[in-house]
């Protein structure tokens, strides 16, 4: 090869094996003189490492991954592998220098990673059997003991629960706990019938036992946080479904239910079938149950012969043998001990409600 060159040194870069040529002149004589360079490889070396970020309390390895030359890391070690565990940033390197000395280098950075900050409380006691234990949210994965993967664990046996979460850059944390149950009273929940009927403006005691507070809650933004509850006057409006929230020492809740309808109007019709007016507090008038219902309602009283002896609008349920017709004694006077018939007018289109009723001294 010429590089026709007149210089007495040259400096050459050749990639391949090459034979360079010098021609020395002397007056008119020369000579030839010729050289070949063979070009060697530089060692095929590359840098491999397990992982680029490590956990408090780990280590990693670092491979330079070739044959046929000898390795020298910046840290001095000689192998192809080193183990490092640096609590830095830190850059690692290495050469690669074969027999014909020719090298290849490479680095890499290893970064010290944080460990997830994670822990459970040392024991957990969770209100019923089949529920949900919780890790937390925030981990990049979790590992029970039960082989679960999964933020959450549902718990039916008491007994002890571990569990590792990892971070973004896969350090670790795991903490255990102790998983029991709370326990309930056995005659614990509502206390009597739980399917009552009732006519309207009836009244209902509201009973629950077995706690140690109470919550209830109903129709109508009903709320009470007494165990025994008495409703008077309830209406459409407060029926429906009384739920009672009964709650243990440790602030676990069971729920118990009481429903409430009203009957037909019907099925409330309740009068007084003897009168016995002597302040007795005991049938000393005629009473009807419903007359909260007929606000325009009529009632007419009759003796055995058909005769008017009462007769008045919006009756009071104070009828007690007195006369306001004059038919057989004055107005204002007492009728006599006999059985007298009556016709209860609703005043609304319905049917009237007629019966006996049975005056005695």
């Not at 004589?29 to 070396?45: E, G, K, L, R, W």
């Not at 490092?84 to 690669?96: E, K, Q, R």
């Not at 949210?137 to 007994?159: D, F, K, M, P």
């Not at 239910?257 to 009203?262: D, L, N, S």
């Amino acid at each position: 090869m010429h590089d026709n060159s007149n210089a007495t040194t040259v400096i050459v870069s050749p990639t391949q094996t090459t034979v360079y040529t010098v021609v020395g002149f002397v007056g008119i004589c020369n000579d030839t003189a010729s050289v070949t360079i063979d070009v060697a490889d530089s060692p095929d070396y590359t840098l491999v490492a397990s992982d680029t970020i490590i956990c408090p309390g780990t280590s990693i390895n670092l491979t330079a991954q070739g044959t046929g030359a000898n390795v020298l890391w910046n840290t001095g070690e000689t192998s192809n592998t080193i183990t490092v565990s640096p609590g830095l940033i830190t850059t690692y390197s290495f050469t690669a220098t074969n027999a014909q000395g020719c090298s290849t280098s490479a680095s890499i950075q290893v970064y010290p990673g944080q460990s997830p900050v994670f822990s459970l409380n040392d024991s957990i006691k969770l209100c019923f059997v089949g529920a949900d234990i919780h890790a937390g949210n925030g981990y990049s994965s979790y590992l029970w003991n039960t082989g679960a993967q999964t933020e959450s664990i549902t718990v039916n046996t008491a007994g002890y629960y571990s569990v590792i979460v990892a971070n973004s850059q896969g350090c670790t944390a795991s903490d255990s706990t102790y998983v029991s149950f709370s326990i309930f009273n056995a005659d614990a929940g509502a206390i009597g019938e739980q399917n009552i009927e009732l006519c309207s403006y009836g009244t209902v005691l509201l009973q629950a036992q077995g706690g140690t507070s109470y919550e209830w809650h109903g129709p109508n933004n009903y709320y009470s946080d007494d165990a025994q509850n008495e409703l008077v006057g309830i209406t459409a409006i407060n029926a429906g479904e009384y739920i009672v929230s009964i709650y243990n020492e440790d602030n676990c809740a069971i729920n118990d239910t009481v429903v409430v309808t009203i009957a037909p109007d019907k099925d409330c019709v309740e009068v007084t079938e003897l009168v016995t007016p002597n302040n007795d507090g005991k049938n000393d008038a005629l009473t009807f149950s419903f007359l909260s219902m007929y606000p325009n309602h009529k009632l007419s009283i009759y003796n055995r012969w058909g005769s008017l002896v009462y007769e008045t609008m919006n009756y009071q349920n104070n009828w007690s043998g007195m006369a306001n017709t004059g038919a057989l004694v004055g107005k204002g006077e007492l009728l006599p001990a006999a059985t007298y018939f009556y016709i209860f007018d609703p005043g609304n289109g319905e049917k009237p409600i007629r019966g006996f009723v049975e005056l005695q001294y």
